[in-house]
């Protein structure tokens, strides 16, 4: 997979208070290997008066259970709209702050792979879920040809109206892949491993018909689990 250093305008940083609303951002797969390096560098930085001046808000996640990638934490950079996130990108790109922060990340941390996404407005209805401090997440990112997406948000739907409200469920479009052919993200949150990881959160006869259905259309290729360090 092809690697590049951590030194990009696109990694846009810029953020307020986590919106619940947000819609479109960047999600990167990051090797640290210096975390508190790392984590004061970006804690320095949003929290100095350009790095809380945007529109975004940020969440750091590290990995827990990430399968043969070598990465060690997840940043996700959520804006609610791409108009937003064409300005605050833009506004980087110019910034003296800005290329002296992506310098100091540079020095602990490279960037493994990332992609733009953007909310499909599918999901389950425990939104508030998305919004607890302490997250544990599974992303299971796939790829479906695009005559078959109206298929499996079908079968989707299907099997989230026999899911509780312990786990929220997201479906996301995925732009810029490269390489990896993602097309598609499922991300799962909920307040603890157990309730994540347990297989209770969906009905076991849905989940059965929900994979016999989609086994011809879904290429799952990427699956890993991670817990919520910050968010700015």
Known sequence: ????????????????????????????DVKVTDAPAFLFAMNSYMNSSEGSSGSASVALRQNLANGLTKTTHNIAVIWPDFESMQRDTARNATSAQWAAFQASLAKVATIESNVIFSATGLSTSNSSMASNPNQFKRFINFRVEPQ?????????????EGCDDSVHHALFSLFGSGETGFTHAVVQTAASAEDLLDGTACSTDATVEF??????????????????MATW
């Open 1 to 28: 997979m092809l690697k590049r250093v951590i030194l990009t305008i696109f990694f846009a940083l810029t953020c307020q208070a986590t919106t619940l609303n947000a819609q479109v951002g960047f999600n990167y």
């Open 148 to 160: 078959n997406v109206a298929s499996y948000t079908e079968a989707l739907t299907e099997l989230w």
């Open 211 to 228: 994979f016999s259905e989609v086994s011809e259309i879904r290429e799952v290729m990427n699956d890993f689990i991670a817990v919520q």
